[in-house]
């Protein structure tokens, strides 16, 4: 079987700054979330991509066009309703909101941060999958060494993690792309999908603009805007040469989970 590529982005309000005591106004966050997915257009619209966009419901009401003509594309999950604040009531209301707007069902399930839900809440509104699961180790954020590094089913949902490395369990996630040297992040990302079959990473639209101005860390902006999105194109071109890209939902649905 041809290994696949799960590439997905949290198309989100650009909140971030709040957690370095920035202030933000939500109209900026919701301008910087749209401009970076306006960046990513030229991937999204490459033929030979499909990705999973996690939505916030509260960004796909203010840019429900945009939404709705990416998702006959790519496949629309839920990233709750708002990226700041979360109530259980959230898991459904968000669902049934994109579904409306894109008139096609949401099967999937990404919470911002990664927090942690109970399994039943997410059952209990209807989702097919979770891709909530970071299993590794981030200093004041969460120690999930204890949790699969690869898809497992829990209580009947099926939750895909997020990729780390077969040896420590090095995260291939956002912050690592910015940060590591090329050369060194593909070659965890092909150890990783050699071993696994498959690759799981998520990026934020936001992180292809120019947010130095907002009081973040440096690692948090290093290779904003254009030189990140050349990096990003870069690596799929070459994972292109080894695999497959297809949606979660796809990559479920069409039995890879074995």
């Known amino acids: 079987m041809t290994p696949k590529v799960l590439l997905s982005f949290d198309v989100e ?8 005591n920035f202030n933000i106004a939500i109209e900026t966050q919701m301008e910087i ?16 991509y499909t990705t999973t966009l996690f939505t916030t419901a509260n960004f796909a009401n203010k840019y429900s066009d945009s ?3 990416l998702s006959e594309k790519h496949e629309i999950a839920s990233h709750t309703f708002y990226h700041s604040k979360f109530s259980t009531v959230d898991l459904l209301a968000s669902r049934i909101r994109l579904e409306e707007i894109i008139q096609k069902p949401v099967k999937g399930l990404r919470m911002p941060r ?3 839900v109970r399994v039943g809440d997410i059952n209990e509104a209807g989702y097919s999958y979770d891709a909530s699961i ?17 898809k497992y089913s829990e209580q009947g949902l099926i939750r895909v993690p997020a990729s780390v490395s077969p040896n420590f369990r090095i995260p291939l996630f956002w912050l690592s792309f910015k940060n590591f040297p090329y050369a060194i992040y593909l070659n965890l990302a ?3 999908l050699n071993k696994d079959g498959y690759l799981s990473l998520y990026f934020h639209p936001w992180e292809f603009t120019n947010i130095t101005a907002f009081g973040l860390p440096k690692y948090t902006t290093k290779g904003s805007d254009n030189e990140l ?3 990003l194109y870069r690596l799929m071109n070459d994972l292109n040469k080894l695999a497959e890209f297809v949606t979660m939902g796809d990559f479920i649905q069409n039995g890879c989970m074995e």
């Open 190 to 192: 092909l150890q990783t």
């Open 229 to 231: 999105l050349d990096k």
């Open 114 to 116: 990664m927090r942690q």
């Open 33 to 48: 979330g749209k401009k970076g997915l306006d960046n990513l257009m030229p991937i999204l619209n490459d033929q030979n």
């Open 67 to 69: 939404i709705k003509a």
């Open 13 to 20: 309000e650009f909140d971030m700054p709040l957690e370095y």
């Open 134 to 150: 970071h299993p590794t180790w981030l200093p004041g954020r969460y120690n999930n060494f204890h949790l699969p590094r690869t």
